[in-house]
């Protein structure tokens, strides 16, 4: 049996909604002995059951895994893990003869809060938010390979970096099922290097797929240039759309090898892409005249509300650059991946950057995260991916 947390009076009203955490304030009173990463019940200052979930210390206490009184066993994950795929075969994401790359499990979005899962063909990319998915790692594993069947014969194991690290549980990345030297992975008939060991996230940012085939479609005969390129997804997405000349920017080197090697692998020796290893706001500064297609996809400027003052500033500044040095007649397209950044935040940005530039500026699409990274409903906090594709005269 498990044991109890007990909220405060009144502190059960957005679980009750289905919201999927628990904030430390909430809780009254604990049973003696809980530790971290723990199954437990929350009970109302009435007594009612009403969420199972896993423990944790700090402001989020308890992650829900479900609203209803059940055993976290073998048969919850099998059935979370299975419905988490039949979204994703629905959709037409997994099972695609020229998409093998998806995210399977996106934490909250999936009702399992704390994990996450890419596959990127025979290989899954597991990764840990929370201590209590942490703990049942290899059972997921396990379960995982059983549910994909062939579809995948590695798990990668890849939380090194997002558990908590007071938690001290000394995690190493590696396997924990299988193992494989295959990281060539292909999206939309694209190949691709993942770096699951060293790379960001879980290797590639699979949330931008969408994303880049609609740029694709914008790229015949433009001269193209994608900032913060990381692993250069979006410059060989142009390039196959007919780019003359793409020119992709990091200021971090391994980023720039690997857009390199990605560009190599679709397109060997083709001449029009260059790579820059260089900060974007002073490659920005030099860049005049040169582009009217420009992409504008930089890390989280704020990971907290605290940041998110100065986080707006940032993405005003980067906009303002991009408006200043682009072609009339070019396009923009411009992301916020920081979950505290709001839409409406974000806009007002762009906004702002717009009419310091006395540049005219036109919304053509509204984007946002793909499918396979689907947002719970009771839980907004889930949408983080927002950008604009912006025609300027």
């Known amino acids: 049996m498990y044991k ?37 019940r929350i009970i109302a200052e009435n007594g009612d059951f009403i969420a199972t979930g896993h423990f944790q210390i700090g402001s989020i206490a308890v992650r829900v895994l479900s609203f209803d009184d059940v055993e976290i066993d073998d048969e919850f994950w099998k059935n979370k893990l299975k419905q988490a795929l039949d979204m994703r075969i629905g959709a037409g994401i997994a099972d695609n003869a020229r998409n093998n790359t998806y995210r399977l499990v996106h934490g909250e ?73 295959d990281n060539i992975a292909m999206e ?17 940012f699979v949330d931008q797929r969408d994303n880049r085939s609609l740029l694709e479609h914008y790229a015949k005969n433009r001269s193209v240039l994608n900032m913060f390129c990381y692993t250069g997804g979006f410059s060989f997405y142009a390039m196959r759309g007919g780019a003359k000349l793409v020119h992709s920017v990091d200021s971090s080197a391994k980023a720039v090898e690997l857009t390199n090697a990605n560009v190599s692998l679709n397109f060997p020796d083709d001449d029009r892409h260059k790579a820059f290893c260089e900060d974007a706001f002073k490659f920005l500064d030099n860049a005049k005249d040169v582009y009217d297609l ?27 650059k991009a408006f200043e040095r ?19 935040h974000f806009r007002n940005a762009v906004f702002t950057a717009a009419a310091i530039s006395k540049r005219k500026v036109r919304i053509i699409h509204q984007l946002h995260q793909p499918a396979d990274h689907p947002i719970n409903i009771y839980h907004p906090e889930g949408e983080y991916l927002k950008g604009l594709v912006l025609y300027v005269e």
């Not at 060991?197 to 879980?202: I, W, Y």
């Not at 009339?328 to 839409?343: A, D, E, L, N, R």
């Open 4 to 40: 109890n947390i007990y909220l405060k009076k009144g502190k059960e009203e957005s679980l009750r909604r289905f919201h999927p955490w628990v904030f430390s304030g909430a809780i009254h009173h604990t049973d003696d002995g809980i530790e971290e990463g723990e199954t437990v």
């Open 109 to 181: 979005g999936d009702n399992l809060p704390g994990l996450v899962i890419d596959c990127y063909g025979k290989t899954a990319v597991m990764q840990a938010h929370s201590v209590g998915m942490h703990i049942h790692r290899n059972t997921i594993a396990r379960i995982l390979t059983d549910v994909m069947g062939s579809r995948i014969e590695n798990v990668f194991y890849k939380s090194e970096t997002t558990l908590p690290y007071k938690a001290e549980l000394g995690q190493e990345n590696g396997f924990i099922y299988g193992g494989s030297n």
């Open 188 to 204: 939309n008939g694209l190949k691709f290097y993942v770096d699951w060991l060293k790379g960001q996230k879980t290797g590639f």
């Open 294 to 320: 420009i992409i504008l996809d930089p890390p989280a400027f704020a990971k907290h509300r605290t940041a998110l003052r100065n986080a707006l500033k940032g993405y005003t500044r980067l906009n303002v």
């Open 326 to 344: 682009i072609k009339p007649g070019g396009i923009v397209f411009t992301f916020s991946c920081s979950q505290v950044v709001t839409k409406e």
